[in-house]
């Protein structure tokens, strides 16, 4: 399964993320799994890419020109997707992807992830869509997911779509056994 996985290209405030990041690149080479992501050399984006290459597996990146022009693409990559801009970098791993994994990150983390999900919940893929709940990062948004099913915005049933899990492995379970409901307007 070759994984997309949405990170910071910052470390965060405390060394789990990092740690974290680690351990998810080992067990994904461990599965038999190839890793899709950004392309980067910094943050967690270069955390996770040098874990999978030092266990010996595959990690392709998706990068745009702009970014590849300010040197922050990674070097050792089996192979480096240079594209235009975000739109088509996003739209890129989407296509590669099997599965969308975001571990902690920022504002481009989290659109991200929302995007895919959105397109899952629309129907326009079947592919897991999961939060690497490392050291309980997103128990806020969370929380806001729920008051968005209690509110009325979001069906229980969509909410429910999004695999949230802080092991690695039962993260990468989750995702190989991932059924994906009925679309929004079935």
Not at 33 to 60: F, N
Not at 105 to 113: A, P, Q, V
Request: proline share 3%; with cysteine.
């Amino acid at each position: 399964m070759k994984i997309a996985v949405f990170c910071g290209s910052a470390l965060g405030t405390v060394p789990l993320y990092a740690e974290s990041a680690q351990a998810f690149g080992r067990a994904l080479v461990a599965a038999g799994h190839e890793l899709v992501y950004g392309g980067g050399k910094v943050g967690l984006m270069g955390v996770i890419a040098d874990a999978v290459i030092g266990a010996g597996g595959r990690a392709v990146g998706v990068m745009p020109q702009s970014l590849c022009d300010r040197e922050i693409q990674h070097l050792g990559l089996a192979q480096l997707h240079i594209v235009k801009d975000m739109h088509e970098r996003k739209a890129t791993m989407a296509q590669l992807a099997d599965a969308f994994v975001a571990m902690p990150g920022g504002i481009g983390t989290l659109e991200e992830l929302f995007e895919v999900w959105t397109w899952a919940q629309l129907g326009d893929h079947c592919k897991p869509c999961a939060l690497f709940n490392v050291g309980a990062y997103y128990d806020a948004l969370l929380a806001f997911l729920s008051h968005t099913v209690e509110q009325g915005f979001v069906a229980a049933t969509h909410k429910d779509m999004l695999i949230v899990e802080g092991d690695p492995g039962a993260l990468l379970l989750a995702l190989t056994h991932y059924s994906a409901p009925l679309s929004k307007w079935e």
